[in-house]
């Protein structure tokens, strides 16, 4: 029996974007094993990040936050394999990237803690709800008419 496949929703903020680790993200997560299922670039607009940070939105850097999601194109991603949300967690490395370890998306590429340059999803029912508000019905692939006993 198939076992039922996880996914994760990953965006590269603003100043990875600028920075050019698009490629090198892509990279990591399909090294891993992991199968893109979705992806697009886009200037998020205000609405969509209010809902997605709305857990935030009391706190005194949310202003900050809004001005830093919206300064640039975000590029957003569904990934899909067997533990997708905990490993792509620990494959970003910590929020705070002084706390990462290198090897990890942050511990390799990000020095400040406002400006850490990727997200992911912290739990199966965040990583679900993001999707959806990301992503409309019917945008995402599915890897699952493959017959193949390899893929993850």
């Not at 600028?18 to 299922?37: M, S």
């Not at 969509?48 to 640039?72: A, V």
């Not at 992911?120 to 599915?142: H, P, R």
Request: contains cysteine; hydrophobic residues 40%.
């Amino acid at each position: 029996m198939a076992e039922q496949k996880e996914r994760t929703f990953i965006a590269i903020k603003p100043d990875g974007v600028q920075r050019g680790i698009i490629g090198e993200v892509i990279k990591r997560f399909e090294t891993k094993g992991f199968k893109l299922v979705g992806m697009k670039m886009l200037h998020a607009p205000q609405d969509l990040l209010e809902q997605h940070y709305i857990d935030l939105k009391e706190r005194p850097f949310f202003p900050t936050l809004m001005k830093y999601m919206t300064s640039g194109p975000v590029v957003a991603m569904v990934w899909e394999g067997k533990g997708a949300v905990k490993t792509g967690r620990v494959m970003l490395g910590e929020t705070n990237p002084a706390d990462s370890k290198p090897g990890t998306i942050r511990g390799d590429f990000c020095i400040d803690v406002s400006k850490n340059i990727i997200h992911g999803s912290d739990s199966v029912d965040s990583a679900n709800t993001e999707i959806s508000l990301w992503f409309k019905e019917g945008d995402l692939c599915s890897y699952s008419s493959c017959a193949a006993s390899w893929l993850y």
